[in-house]
């Protein structure tokens, strides 16, 4: 058995801003099938340590930058582990967002104490390899470069849109040599990098999809790390985020207005009348429903859509949109909404029941983004029945199958897919997927090769087991 520390700043179900808590609280249970052990060490947030309860200690930090701390451990939460810190974590707000908004301004120390103290735990304990997730736990791996004994770590990039770049004024209060803030090290355009450390130090790289491995080594896709990504291209992998198909399961979700399976689609068409009565359009079954969920933002594409939206009233449909971000998109999603009574409907905010029974009630769900590293709404879809419209980029490419005439023909069809970040191609495309839902018989196809679409974690598990147990060997 293979034990790995897993460090990341979120976990669903304790703590979750987007798709990275999804991916970091399924993927021990599905590794468990492969001989791979994970615990996961997370921020000691207000929500993390109430789950937690009273907590046993099992390692103390007498002094992490700057106060007492402890890595506790509790028989609520198995396979979790939190770092109680309170003069960096308890407080009000997001875990990077004080209440006020704007970002913590200590969130480099913040962050840098949870990678040392994942360094710390795994010299003192019988660790394998870490798995760092993303800029928050970048640190890790230099932390352990620069440690006594040499521990293997595995980084996985959720989105390099967020690097976790700040002043080079920070490098002198995180405890690491002078060696190591340098263009070979922690050093970004004169600022300390946390996604750049990770980058750098780890033993081996992976991001959440094999097309976004590839679209990261170019100037565009790698934001400007795209240099150093080339360079350790050997150590890069491509690996799926899948969804826990216990938790997202149709036949089982309380969320819905009536449950289904891929063998009994039938009572979906209630979930499909619950979900326009929620959004204040019509009630008729035959009029094709759209929907959005996500955050209402420019990588998300949400402009695209309301640009694209009038094809869908031209074309006779309804539009659902659910989701929060950006002031201008919230306004212009209320403002399509409040233009087309009846036909459009905007929920600003976000409300995970309300999501569930978007995925199981619309008829076609839209994901417009720019750029996408894997996205789980699309496979939220498939799962339950809604036919994704998708950009052609990253996991999005990877996991739609496009509804072509030669796919079409061979009866694998799953969706339909969009050239990214044109608003024009994404109108053409809403307007051949309402074609395609007038046929009946192929729409029906559609939805049951979706429903029958393995997206479980399976597959990318045994991938991330392989990785994990050849980075322990390799360095035992």
Known sequence: MVRVLAVASEAYPLVKTGGLADAVGALPGALAAQGVEVMTLLPGYRAVLAAFGRGSTVLDLPDLFGGPARILTSRRVPGILALDAPHLFD????????????????????????????????????????????????????????????????????????????????????????????????????????????????????????????????????????GLLRGRAEDLHGILNGLDVADWDPAGDAALAARFSATDPAPRAANKAALQARFGLAVDAKVPLVAFVGRLAWQKGADLLIEAAPALMQGGAQLALLGSGEAALEHACRR??????????????????????????????????????????????????????????????????????????????????????????LAAGLRRALALFSDAPTWRAMQANGMATDVSWGPSAARYAALLKGLAARHG
Request: aromatic share 10%.
């Open 91 to 226: 407080r009000p707000g997001g875990p990077y967002v004080a209440p006020g908004g704007g970002e913590w301004g200590d969130n480099a120390v913040r962050f840098a104490a949870l990678g040392r103290a994942a360094a710390a735990f795994a010299q003192a304990q019988r660790i394998d390899v870490l798995h760092a997730h993303d800029w928050q736990a970048g640190l890790v791996p230099a932390y352990l470069r620069f440690a006594p004994r040499r521990i293997p770590c595995l980084f996985t990039i959720h989105n390099m849109a967020y690097q976790g770049k700040f002043p080079a004024a920070v490098f002198p209060l995180l405890g690491l040599p002078p060696a190591a803030f340098a263009r070979d090290g922690l050093e970004y355009y004169g600022a300390v990098g946390f996604l750049k450390a990770g980058l750098w130090f780890a033993d081996a790289i992976n991001t959440v999809s094999p097309s976004y491995a590839e679209e990261i080594l170019t100037a565009e896709g790698g934001m400007g790390l795209d």
């Open 336 to 425: 399509f909404a409040a233009a087309h009574e009846g036909r459009a409907g905007a929920f600003i905010g976000f409300d995970e029941g309300l999501a569930r029974l978007v995925y199981g009630g619309a008829d076609m769900l839209v994901v417009p983004s720019r750029f996408e590293p894997c996205g789980l709404a699309q496979l939220a879809a498939l799962r339950y029945g809604a036919v994704p419209v998708v950009a052609r980029t990253g996991g999005l490419n990877d996991t739609v199958i496009d509804a072509s005439p030669m796919a079409l023909a061979a009866g694998c069809a799953t969706g339909i897919q969009v050239a990214p970040g044109r608003a024009d191609a």
